[in-house]
């Protein structure tokens, strides 16, 4: 169980153009979803928090207008990255907290590589 | 401030041979300290998550045991396929998001 899946994989991209990234949670639905980016030899780094249907809380220095976050349902959370730029590229790994079992425990995706041209 | 500190930064053991992991904390009211794995290019993969001093899990080659101060994590006779960097995170009342360490990368050699 707590399964939690990201598409794509990896991503390259021109700069200027918009790229999104979707992390559903396949197995338990998500109240609560996460997006985090990581540098090569770093920790995670966390973007912005997203609740079902409300809007996204961005962490200090994280431009909203540039990642733009949906939650649109229990299951599904998109990161939208607009305008790319070469230095968004980055390693982006989105989590899930669940309704059922521990409230604190979060399941993390495979990641997101991202390369901006 | 919470804060999470891992030691070592990095360990290289031959196979079958057992060592631990050790992870400190400052933090208050912990609301739990999880233990994931994480593989280069891959996302952490949850492994434990401990609640009270005195508290330990287990999972096939790996344990993990919290005090008031510290968790370890003890990898028994160790195989290759464990080569990862394991995090050491925490969640406490004060702090709105996770604080994680930065990790000790193991490796190990067959």
């Known amino acids: 169980g707590a399964v939690v899946s990201q598409h794509p994989s990896w991503v390259i991209c021109k700069s200027g153009t918009s790229v999104k990234i979707e992390c559903r949670s396949l197995?338990?639905?998500?109240?609560?979803m996460f997006w985090y980016r990581q540098f090569p030899k770093q920790s995670l780094m966390l973007m912005a928090t997203?609740?079902?249907?409300?809007?996204?809380?961005?962490e200090q220095g994280v431009e909203k207008d540039k990642f733009l976050i949906n939650h649109a349902s229990l299951t599904l959370s998109t990161l939208t990255v607009t305008s790319a730029h070469p230095e968004d590229s980055s390693f982006y790994i989105c989590?899930?907290?669940?309704?059922?079992?521990?409230?604190?425990?979060?399941?993390f995706g495979p990641g997101t590589r991202l390369t901006v041209l | 401030e919470d804060q999470v500190t891992q030691s070592p930064e990095a360990l290289r053991l031959q196979e079958g041979e057992s060592s631990s992991l050790n992870c400190s904390y400052t933090?208050?009211?912990?609301?739990?300290l999880f233990w994931y794995r994480q593989d280069p290019g891959k996302g952490p993969e949850f492994l434990f998550t401990?609640?009270?001093a005195g508290e330990e899990k287990e999972k096939e080659r790996l344990k993990a045991t919290l005090t008031k101060k510290e968790s370890f994590l003890h990898i028994t006779a160790p195989k290759p396929e464990d080569s990862a960097t394991y995090l050491c995170?925490?969640?406490?009342?004060?702090?709105?998001?996770?604080?994680f360490g930065s990790g000790t990368q193991l490796t190990v050699l067959p």
């Open positions: 989590s899930a907290r669940g309704t059922s079992g521990s409230q604190y425990e979060q399941f």
């Open positions: 197995d338990f639905q998500a109240t609560t």
């Open positions: 997203s609740n079902e249907g409300s809007k996204a809380t961005y």
């Open positions: 933090v208050s009211g912990l609301r739990g």
């Open positions: 401990l609640y009270s």
């Open positions: 995170v925490t969640h406490s009342g004060s702090a709105r998001q996770l604080t």
